[in-house]
T-cell receptor, first 112, second 114 residues
Framework: GENVEQHPSTLSVQEGDSAVIKCTYSDSASNYFPWYKQELGKRPQLIIDIRSNVGEKKDQRIAVTLNKTAKHFSLHITETQPEDSAVYFCAASMRRDDKIIFGKGTRLHILP | DTAVSQTPKYLVTQMGNDKSIKCEQNLGHDTMYWYKQDSKKFLKIMFSYNNKELIINETVPNRFSPKSPDKAHLNLHINSLELGDSAVYFC?????????????FGPGTRLTVT
């Protein structure tokens, strides 16, 4: 089955700097890669997703890149703000499956 | 206008007891899920239902029994609770296949077994 590895487990960046979180997946049939943000005590919420027919996707300060050959994808947050502090999860799924496999999460701290 | 709701929000109980968690979605979605998030924040799927039919059962002990009375509701009953069952349980729903559509999570139920 699919396995998703996520790094780093913890990341601290100065406010205004960029943050990058990286994930790898094992099953080359995976074709959907969502990213979820979970604030303390709250539910996970989708922030951006990318499908395997696209190499990059942007939404304001957030971007995701996908390298299908290497089977890795990354989340980039630019101009980080205090409200970006949260746990971020990458995930991978195949169209034929009814489940997504989550990475173990990255706790992002934005330092003042 | 809550999209996915769960009750209760907190549940404290003793080992050996039986408890239930309820989930409802008003999004008109066909698919619902239960996830377990442990103390290390690892999110792991337990079950998924599509139009009241069980689709996924991820090697969860049979003490856990999901029930879907209709496609808007997915409840989770847990028998003979153990210390290791302590976690946050999230219900989620999506319009269809998880590999195609966004999943919407409920607020979670924090279960503490003492």
């Amino acid at each position: 089955g699919e396995n998703v590895e996520q790094h780093p487990s913890t990341l601290s960046v100065q406010e205004g700097d960029s943050a990058v979180i990286k994930c790898t997946y094992s099953d080359s049939a995976s074709n959907y890669f969502p990213w979820y943000k979970q604030e303390l005590g709250k539910r996970p919420q989708l922030i951006i997703d990318i499908r395997s027919n696209v190499g990059e996707k942007k939404d304001q300060r957030i971007a995701v890149t996908l390298n299908k050959t290497a089977k890795h994808f990354s989340l980039h947050i630019t101009e980080t703000q205090p409200e970006d502090s949260a746990v971020y999860f990458c995930a991978a799924s195949m169209r034929r499956d009814d489940k997504i496999i989550f990475g173990k999460g990255t706790r992002l701290h934005i330092l003042p | 206008d809550t999209a996915v709701s769960q009750t209760p929000k907190y549940l404290v109980t003793q080992m050996g007891n039986d408890k239930s968690i309820k989930c409802e979605q008003n999004l008109g979605h066909d698919t619902m899920y239960w996830y377990k998030q442990d103390s290390k924040k690892f999110l792991k799927i337990m079950f998924s239902y599509n139009n009241k039919e069980l689709i996924i059962n991820e090697t969860v002990p049979n003490r856990f029994s999901p029930k879907s009375p209709d496609k808007a509701h997915l409840n989770l009953h847990i028998n003979s609770l153990e210390l290791g069952d302590s976690a946050v349980y999230f219900c989620a729903s999506s319009q269809g296949l998880a590999g195609v559509y966004e999943q919407y999570f409920g607020p979670g139920t924090r279960l503490t077994v003492t």
